[in-house]
């Protein structure tokens, strides 16, 4: 006999004959449950996957097939998967971590356009197109003449662990200048750039002149 509509929402199930009284569940279908038909029908038992008929959606246990597989070797956390922390290349650094190498005196200078380029990565540098060949020059406006000594001072200490000096001027009555060039290979190198951005670290927010609060 047919299954009767009200349970036309297990539609995936065999058909049921009156010869059968039961039918046998899946067994991947974990829990039981009973329906009874009207009075007269046969009782028959299915299986439903979870609290209800939509299906659990939480974790389950991995197929015998899937453990042969191994399939979990290669997941992040696994015992055995070899984990390797990846330290950015010299490109990926910024100019102020990377460190003055040697320079050959064969070697060519930074071409004005890679220099051009390079000037962004510093800030308050410009480029001066001298007889000599291309230098970077910065200058600093301070509070007094002092400042200049102690900034003069602050420069010196960054710069003296890399081997590579720029000139420094203090010219009255509180202004610094830096210029920074590579003389062995007549313009500039990737050193001159890289301890630019060094010297950009240095702290002067105590050294120049406090700005005059304006009221409306």
């Known amino acids: 006999m047919a299954v009767s509509s009200h349970l036309s929402c297990f539609s995936h199930l065999p058909s049921l004959s009156s010869t059968h009284s039961t039918l046998s569940p899946p067994s991947y279908l974990p829990l039981s449950s009973s329906l009874r038909t009207p009075r007269g029908q046969k009782t028959f038992k299915i299986r439903a996957a979870g609290g209800n008929f939509l299906g659990d959606f939480g974790a389950r246990d991995p197929f015998p097939a899937e453990i042969e597989s191994g399939f979990g070797d290669k997941v992040l956390g696994f015992s055995s998967t070899e984990h390797k922390i990846l330290i950015p290349n010299l490109s990926a650094l910024s100019l102020s971590q990377q460190e003055c190498g040697p320079v050959s005196p064969l070697q060519p200078p930074i071409s004005r356009e890679d220099a051009q380029k390079l000037l962004k990565k510093v800030v308050g540098w410009r480029l001066l197109d001298e ?86």
């Open 131 to 216: 007889q000599e060949g291309l230098r970077l020059q910065c200058l600093w406006k301070l509070r007094d003449f002092n400042c200049g000594v102690d900034l003069i001072n602050r420069i010196h200490k960054v710069v003296e662990v890399t081997g590579h000096f720029p000139n420094l001027h203090l010219e009255q009555p509180n202004q610094v200048r830096a210029e920074l060039w590579t003389a062995s290979i007549g313009g500039l190198s990737m050193n001159d750039f890289i301890v630019a951005a060094k010297i950009d670290q240095i702290k002067t927010s105590d050294l120049v002149p406090k700005k005059m609060r304006v009221w409306a």
